[in-house]
């Protein structure tokens, strides 16, 4: 059974960091397109930051320069890596995957949540000073 859990959640100030944690179980990450994804309240799922398996990499214009991603095949992990938090990085981040052979990097790079098939259930992150 495939799954994910994610950790690392919690309140941040302003300008501070977090990194957020996604531990794969029942699968192989090599072989998946994986991503890490945000819902605000009132707002609909957005794609954050997504990562091939080749590792390339598209990012929202939102966290350019802010977020990253990594992936640690060995510990079967996805990290988000957040720097400069704002106020309006605020939300519940969940981790998604897709496998390769279902979809190749460029049906999936533009990070949209419904190209993803399985999902965390997410881990909050609030932004306050």
């Known amino acids: 059974q495939l799954q994910f859990v994610e950790s690392g959640g919690g309140l941040v100030q302003p300008g501070g960091s977090l990194t957020l944690s996604c531990v794969a179980s029942g699968f192989s990450l090599d072989y998946y397109h994986i991503g890490w994804f945000r819902q605000a309240p009132g707002k609909e799922r957005e794609g954050v930051i997504c990562l091939s398996s080749g590792d390339s990499t598209h990012s929202a214009d939102s966290v350019k320069g802010r977020f990253t991603i990594s992936r640690d095949n060995v510990a079967n992990t996805v990290y988000l890596h957040m720097n400069s938090l704002k106020p309006e990085d605020t939300g519940v981040y969940y981790c998604?995957?897709?496998?390769?052979?279902?979809?190749?990097?460029?049906?999936?790079?533009?990070?949209?949540?419904?190209?993803?098939?399985?999902w965390g259930q997410g881990t909050q992150v609030t932004v306050s000073s």
């Open positions: 998604a995957a897709v496998n390769v052979t279902r979809s190749s990097w460029p049906m999936v790079s533009s990070c949209a949540p419904n190209r993803y098939d399985y």
